[in-house]
């Protein structure tokens, strides 16, 4: 496939916005289908009528090996990761000094690039009652942050750290099930720093053989998934619930959560993770690809036409329709999504006998 500016190859920056969405295309079919396909980007003023140049460009770019190869004055560029610059200018972070109150932030435009140690003195300030002051050990990264730093998140978000793990260094006034030296794990802001100052509330301690990375990359995807599940959509002993997205973080945590409560599990995944799936104790009958509606089809048969009570959705378009399809009379949809939001009203007048509710 041989294209004309098509990628920022050279410090222009600029790019054929066709050309770019063919690379990603094809970029698609590479990955399905290795050594079959060749991406070839020319100068953006080639001109196309001089076959002879252009296939000598096509036939020393099938030398090289590659499968995405772009010709800048004479030479063959190839895409390459390298380590990012960081702020010590070794292409790492590097904290302050012999400091302690900081850490991880966006500066500037909101890029992976642009994350950077920020200044937190407000974490060396006195604890007001109910606080807690942590060390931290280990902190979460969640789709959420992911989404802050490429400016995708919708509202106003800040990259801190939302949830970590680590010991305690000093308990604020009315704090009386924590002390000093506990190592706790929960929700707290700021986690992507040495210390933090975290609601005693909303922390607890370590289970016995837990490492601290494990403790830290629990909280937000238990608490989610119990909030959908329990609190909002009220999920009982004897229902049955469908699990979007089962192999990820929340979903893993969902299958487990409904389980407890001794609901019977439907889930979906991408094909390729059905394996997953099969280990964590969920066979054939209970599931589906999240790829495709036939979920739908597959989920209705195996419920006898019933359907399902509670649906716990991140997807999005004809999926959702299909999903709310799938509720049985009385049925409840817990949408996790941040696209595609769908208004109560109607769904209840197209959807008799459902509810909705949103968790975040």
Same mark, same amino acid.
């Given at each position: 496939?041989?294209?004309?500016?098509?990628?920022?190859?050279?410090?222009?920056?600029?790019?054929?916005?066709?050309?770019?969405?063919?690379?990603?295309?094809?970029?698609?079919?590479?990955?399905?289908?290795?050594?079959?396909?060749?991406?070839?980007?020319?100068?953006?003023?080639?001109?196309?009528?001089?076959?002879?140049?252009?296939?000598?460009?096509?036939?020393?770019?099938?030398?090289?090996? @590659?499968?995405?190869?772009?010709?800048?004055?004479?030479?063959?560029?190839?895409?390459?990761?390298?380590?990012? !610059?960081?702020?010590?200018?070794?292409?790492?972070?590097?904290?302050?000094?012999?400091?302690?109150?900081?850490?991880?932030?966006? !500066?500037?435009?909101?890029?992976?690039?642009?994350?950077?140690?920020?200044?937190?003195? @407000?974490?060396? @300030?006195?604890?007001?009652?109910? #606080?807690?002051?942590?060390?931290?050990?280990?902190?979460?990264?969640?789709?959420?942050?992911?989404?802050?730093?490429?400016?995708?998140?919708?509202?106003?978000?800040?990259?801190?750290?939302?949830?970590?793990?680590?010991? !305690?260094?000093?308990?604020?006034?009315?704090?009386?099930?924590?002390?000093?030296?506990?190592?706790?794990?929960?929700?707290?802001?700021?986690?992507? *720093?040495?210390?933090?100052?975290?609601?005693?509330?909303?922390?607890?301690?370590?289970?016995?053989?837990?490492?601290? #990375?494990?403790?830290?990359?629990?909280?937000?995807?238990?608490?989610?998934?119990?909030? &959908?599940?329990?609190?909002?959509?009220?999920?009982?002993?004897?229902?049955?619930?469908? /699990?979007?997205?089962?192999? &990820?973080?929340? &979903?893993?945590?969902?299958?487990? /959560?409904?389980?407890?409560?001794?609901?019977?599990?439907?889930?979906?995944?991408?094909?390729?993770?059905?394996?997953?799936?099969?280990?964590?104790?969920?066979? #054939?009958?209970?599931?589906?690809?999240?790829?495709?509606?036939?979920?739908? #089809?597959?989920?209705?048969?195996?419920? *006898? &036409?019933? *359907?399902?009570?509670?649906?716990?959705?991140?997807?999005?378009?004809?999926?959702?329709?299909?999903?709310?399809?799938?509720?049985?009379?009385?049925?409840?949809?817990?949408?996790?999504?941040?696209?595609?939001?769908?208004?109560?009203?109607? /769904?209840?007048?197209?959807?008799?006998?459902?509810?909705?509710?949103?968790?975040?």
């Amino acid at each position: 496939m041989v294209t004309r500016g098509a990628v920022p190859a050279d410090e222009s920056g600029s790019v054929d916005v066709p050309g770019a969405a063919l690379w990603g295309l094809v970029r698609s079919a590479q990955a399905e289908n290795p050594g079959r396909f060749l991406l070839l980007d020319l100068e953006p003023n080639t001109p196309l009528a001089d076959h002879g140049s252009v296939l000598n460009a096509v036939r020393r770019a099938v030398e090289t090996d @590659e499968s995405q190869v772009a010709l800048r004055a004479g030479q063959m560029l190839v895409p390459r990761l390298v380590r990012a !610059v960081g702020s010590g200018g070794d292409g790492g972070l590097v904290p302050p000094a012999g400091q302690s109150a900081w850490r991880l932030g966006v !500066v500037g435009a909101a890029t992976v690039d642009s994350v950077r140690p920020v200044p937190c003195p @407000e974490v060396l @300030e006195p604890l007001r009652a109910g #606080q807690v002051r942590i060390a931290v050990h280990a902190a979460g990264v969640n789709f959420r942050d992911a989404l802050i730093v490429l400016g995708m998140y919708p509202g106003d978000a800040v990259f801190a750290g939302s949830e970590g793990a680590g010991v !305690v260094l000093e308990t604020g006034p009315e704090v009386t099930d924590l002390a000093v030296g506990d190592r706790v794990m929960g929700l707290f802001e700021g986690a992507f *720093g040495p210390l933090a100052v975290a609601d005693a509330r909303t922390v607890v301690p370590i289970p016995s053989g837990w490492t601290f #990375q494990q403790a830290a990359a629990a909280p937000v995807v238990f608490l989610t998934a119990w909030y &959908g599940l329990v609190e909002l959509g009220g999920l009982r002993a004897g229902e049955s619930v469908l /699990i979007h997205a089962a192999t &990820g973080g929340v &979903g893993t945590a969902a299958v487990q /959560i409904a389980r407890h409560v001794g609901a019977e599990v439907y889930a979906t995944a991408s094909p390729g993770k059905h394996m997953t799936l099969e280990a964590m104790g969920i066979d #054939q009958v209970h599931r589906a690809s999240s790829r495709d509606l036939d979920f739908e #089809q597959v989920v209705r048969e195996a419920t *006898g &036409g019933r *359907g399902v009570d509670v649906v716990l959705n991140s997807l999005a378009g004809p999926f959702v329709d299909a999903s709310l399809g799938l509720l049985a009379d009385g049925g409840r949809l817990l949408e996790m999504g941040k696209t595609d939001i769908r208004d109560p009203e109607r /769904i209840a007048a197209e959807h008799p006998g459902c509810g909705t509710r949103r968790t975040t």
